[in-house]
């Protein structure tokens, strides 16, 4: 019954093929029964036109109750059908053999070989030897070695405004009061000839690089006073408008440096 199962489950669409050509010749039987009836006028054609259209209509229902079979076989008895077992492996037999065909072979005993005993536990321990407990010291501190001296005597000054660093001012009249430029420098005590030194640097538009300084005794100097002090116009002369500067204390004569150069900070002047 299984084998019979697999057989139409494998080759059911094969089936279904030879099933639809023997219902096409039985309709055409049917169609052929029709067309004698219709044409003859003896008894005996009709008869035997009648005996085709029943013979081709029996044909046809075989062959719808074979498919209907057919079809009810794949979708009801092939799901819950066993699976054929597979058949047994023809390693098995190779495997098998020695036990019914075994030989009378003998076979050699090896032969015990003595292996030298090995040290007990108590021959191969070593001795235990006692640790030095390591103390711990505190390692030495690291030698002090003098700093480098400062080549100046004052440390640099540090800005403190206009802030933002960064910032944007617009329009020419900025420099009379919002640009001022602040630090501080606390221990800082300057002589009668020491100065703060604002310098200002610029990429022109033509390409150029210019440099316009300021001095004051001060800790701010504005932007007005660093042009009246015989510096040029700089206002929309930047490329990008924007400007770079810095503090640092000299001395006169020879204008000596007594500090390094602040932090550069920069503005944007529209």
Do not use: H
């Not at 029996?58 to 059908?81: D, H, K, Q, S, W």
């Not at 910032?167 to 005590?189: V, Y």
């Amino acid at each position: 019954m299984t084998a019979f199962v697999s057989f139409l489950r494998v080759y059911a669409i094969w089936i279904y093929l030879l099933l639809l050509l023997g219902i096409l010749f039985g309709i055409k039987g049917l169609v052929d029964a029709r067309r004698l009836s219709r044409t003859t006028l003896f008894s005996l054609d009709q008869e035997r036109a009648v005996e085709q259209s029943f013979r081709a209509i029996i044909l046809i229902l075989f062959f719808l109750l074979a498919m209907f079979f057919v079809t009810g076989v794949n979708l009801v008895v092939a799901p819950v059908a066993p699976t054929p077992e597979s058949p047994i492996p023809r390693a098995l037999t190779v495997t098998l053999a020695p036990i019914f065909f075994s030989t009378n072979t003998p076979v050699p005993t090896p032969t015990p070989t003595r292996l030298p005993a090995s040290p007990t536990r108590a021959q191969t321990a070593t001795p235990l030897v006692p640790t030095p407990t390591r103390t711990a010291t505190k390692p030495p501190a690291p030698a002090q070695t003098p700093g480098t001296a400062s080549p100046f005597p004052f440390p640099a000054p540090v800005i403190v405004g206009p802030v933002p660093n960064g910032g944007t001012w617009i329009g020419e009249g900025q420099a009379n009061a919002a640009i001022t430029f602040r630090w501080t420098c606390e221990p800082c005590a300057l002589g009668a000839n020491d100065w703060y030194e604002v310098v200002i640097t610029f990429t022109e538009r033509t390409g150029g690089t210019r440099t316009v300084a300021g001095r004051t005794q001060d800790k701010f100097l504005s932007l007005r006073r660093l042009l009246d002090g015989g510096a040029y116009e700089i206002y929309q002369k930047a490329k990008e408008d924007e400007f770079q500067w810095y503090v640092q204390i000299k001395r006169e004569p020879g204008n000596q440096p007594l500090s390094p150069p602040s932090q550069t900070w920069k503005f944007v002047w529209k």
